[in-house]
Antibody, heavy 119, light 107 residues
Framework: QVQLVESGGGVVQPGRSLRLSCAAS????????MHWVRQAPGKGPEWVAV????????YYADPVKGRFTISRDNSKNTLYLQMNSLRAEDTAVYYCSKYGDGSGYPGYWGQGILVTVSS | DIQMTQSPSTLSASVGDRVTITCRASQDISTWLAWYQQKVGKAPKLLIYKASSLESGVPLRFSGSGSGTEFTLTISSLQPDDFATYYCQQYSTYPYTFGQGTKLEIK
């Protein structure tokens, strides 16, 4: 069955960097686009970024554009989110999600990983 | 950005009730709309995609309808497991955007 397991979260000071990983299994990773979506404490989900199946196309939400970079390694079945210049407002649970079978919506989601930006 | 507005924000209902949640888009998104269910401490779970297509494994009591700017999620007969928060999301245009959520509570 599909599994998405995020890692790399934790507590980080403002201005520092963090890289999240998402290990995928149970499906042909190289056939699917992937998303990162985050959810601040007590808030609704916020879409962060998307990458196409071959990594050639990427889009970002305005709050993270220029600071976050989405990438993937299809040989390792792994999705990444490099987060630089972190701010307090980036504090959230970060989820990776695979495209749904019907189109580009976030279909199956991982369990999420908490990132806390605090001094 | 496309704004998604859900109503109501909170809904109190009883087991067996039929409930409807509405989602409005600030511009035409055709049928590029998904609905998710989220329970506390868990990841969102896809229920409906393309406005009315039921995700595999989701009970038939869930249904979606609408196109353009107005959409609904209907639960035909509430079950105890359905009390959760529901979100709509448009995937017509980047950035993808979510509604603010509807919390379904037990009356």
């Amino acid at each position: 069955q599909v599994q998405l397991v995020e890692s790399g979260g934790g507590v980080v000071q403002p201005g520092r960097s963090l890289r999240l990983s998402c290990a995928a299994s149970g499906f042909t990773f190289s056939n699917y686009g992937m998303h990162w979506v985050r959810q601040a404490p007590g808030k609704g989900p916020e879409w962060v970024a998307v990458i196409s199946s071959d990594g050639g196309n990427k889009y970002y939400a305005d709050p993270v554009k220029g600071r976050f970079t989405i990438s993937r390694d299809n040989s390792k079945n792994t999705l990444y989110l490099q987060m630089n210049s972190l701010r307090a407002e980036d504090t959230a649970v970060y989820y990776c999600s695979k495209y749904g079978d019907g189109s580009g919506y976030p279909g199956y989601w991982g369990q999420g990983i908490l990132v806390t930006v605090s001094s | 950005d496309i704004q998604m507005t859900q109503s109501p924000s909170t809904l109190s209902a009883s087991v067996g009730d039929r409930v409807t949640i509405t989602c409005r888009a600030s511009q035409d998104i055709s049928t590029w709309l998904a609905w998710y269910q989220q329970k506390v401490g868990k990841a969102p779970k896809l229920l409906i995609y393309k406005a009315s297509s039921l995700e595999s494994g989701v009970p038939l009591r869930f249904s979606g309808s609408g196109s353009g700017t107005e959409f609904t999620l209907t639960i035909s007969s509430l079950q105890p497991d359905d009390f959760a928060t529901y979100y709509c999301q448009q995937y017509s245009t980047y950035p993808y955007t979510f509604g603010q959520g509807t919390k379904l509570e037990i009356k």
